[in-house]
């Protein structure tokens, strides 16, 4: 019999919706919050009203496209945590709601294991043991993964996440919200050598960006008293020396853990992981270091509902479900 899971992803301010049938991916939709961007960061408050706009046309959509009724599915899933609890309560209640209605599983999904478990949406699959650098806006972290559920945090950020430098970094540049991708766009036009900002010297497989943000800022600080058009003058070279510095971090942390661990089977995941610079190192570190590397489709590195989905697929598998007095929480390790 064939296995249909339905799976909900609200854990800031996207709203998405995937259907999965034995382990592929029919559909994956997502509804973005464009509202924050005049507050320069994401509102909790609004995300949440949103998500309540959102959910029901999102779902409705995500099981037409994938030609499944929803009597046809066997379990349902949703984020549990870590995330904006607000947003969180609107997909955990309404997978709950559906689940009850259907007489279905319940599924509860970890949105940083989720994040891992993209890399295995498609036929080109890591092997195990399997080493993950984990980047978003909120996470930073190296993970070793003995199997599809067997996880283990080996490396994580003692303060500051890379994608909130990347944000933090734009923001003192002038650019909008969110600047992450836009420090990309402009650092592929620009020179990472002409301007150096120093790397943490942080021991073991652990990150920290909180002082290299400090120096972005005393630097841009010091520069434009001197001449105010500096940023904008100078805005390709300023994007891709701070690129330079955080991917910079990020890999030599990475080169650490696969020497420590011996494993070559290396990806990446997270929104951060949508960064040009990111992904183009990861390939040419692969190729100095003998790594066979893993970089997860564009559509499966944000915030997306099918990572849910395989990660609900491999836990339908093992039998972990959860009651309906499962309860969605802002912060929470998924360790296994």
Known sequence: MSVKILAIESSCDETSA???ADGKI???????QTIHEQYGGVVPELASRAHQENIVPVVDQALKVAGVRKEELNAIAFTQAPGLIGSLLVGSCFAKSMALALDVPLIA???MQAHVLANFIGEDKPSFPFLCLTVSGGHTQIVRCDSPL?????????DDAAGEAFDKSAKLLGLPYPGGPLIDKYAREGNPDRFKFPEPQIPGLNFSFSGLKTSILYFLQEQQQKDPQFAENNMADICASIQHRIV????NKLVKASKETGI???GIAGGVSANSGLRNALQQYGEKYGWKTYIPKFEYCTDNAAMIAMTAWYKYQAGEFVGLDAVPGARAGFEH
């Not at 029919?26 to 973005?32: G, P």
């Not at 067997?150 to 003692?158: A, F, H, N, R, S």
């Not at 910079?248 to 890999?251: A, E, N, P, Q």
């Open 248 to 251: 910079s971090i990020l890999m």
């Open 26 to 32: 029919l559909s994956n939709f997502i509804a973005n």
């Open 150 to 158: 067997q996880m283990k945090v080996i490396g994580e950020t003692l």
């Open 264 to 266: 070559k089977e290396i």
């Open 109 to 111: 999904v970890h949105h």
């Open 18 to 20: 995937s259907v999965l």
